[in-house]
């Protein structure tokens, strides 16, 4: 069972501080990791993938990941009121599939 | 280029009925996955096919719910006969062969009363 935790409960971050969000994935086969944004009653879109140990930065978001400790980490610069959604950690394990978290609801701040 | 188009939206029905949930995928996409999310969690994969073969179907419960891909484009989701745990959003999304973005649709609602 390809398992990702996303265990966090919602967070609030006012507009413009950083939001901070974890995962932790139980396989260690799984070479790339996905960030989806899901906003309430729509359907999730990528915003981030990495597969390589360190940082990845696109615009306001910057992916983290550590292979050693099974850690995924997405951070939200400069938060928005549009960056107000659920954020989906998603770990890939072969033949295109995909294994979601739970996912972390951030909620900024005006 | 059109999204992955998903229908009907809404559906409520009662408990032991069955229902039927239709999705077409982007154009040249051959990879077409069906996700059950429940409220609260994170999208679980259903069944994944690769053309109109089943890739992976390790987490449908087949008791209850069938798939099929017809050509290798729509597919459909059906549920027979429905329990209330069964209430989620039923998710289609496709992707092109051998990578991993996946294109997800809005999405069905089912509420099973």
């Known amino acids: ?110 | 280029e059109a999204g992955v188009a998903q229908s009907p939206r809404y559906k409520i029905i009662e408990k032991r009925q069955s229902v039927a949930f239709w999705c077409n995928p982007i154009s040249g996409h051959a990879t077409l996955y069906w996700y059950q999310q429940i409220l609260g969690q994170g999208p679980k994969l259903l069944i994944q096919f690769q053309n109109n073969g089943v890739v992976d179907d390790s987490q449908l419960p087949k008791d209850r719910f069938s798939a099929e891909r017809l050509k290798g484009v729509d597919s459909t989701l059906k549920i027979q006969p429905a329990k209330l745990e069964d209430s989620a959003v039923y998710l289609c999304a496709s992707s092109w062969l051998n990578f991993y973005e996946q294109y997800f649709g809005p999405g069905t609602r089912l509420t099973v009363t």
């Open chain 1, 1 to 110: 069972q390809k398992e990702v935790e996303q265990n966090s409960g919602p967070l609030s971050v006012p507009e413009g501080a950083i939001a901070s969000l974890n995962c932790t994935y139980s396989d260690r086969g799984s070479q790339s990791f996905f960030w989806y944004r899901q906003y309430s009653g729509k359907s999730p879109e990528l915003i981030m993938f990495i597969y390589s140990n360190g940082d990845k930065e696109d615009g306001r978001f910057t992916a983290q990941l550590n292979k050693a400790s099974q850690y995924v980490s997405l951070l939200i610069r400069d938060s928005q009121p549009s960056d107000s959604a659920t954020y989906l950690c998603a770990a890939y394990y072969g033949n295109n599939r995909l294994a979601f978290g739970k996912g972390n609801q951030v909620v900024v701040i005006p």
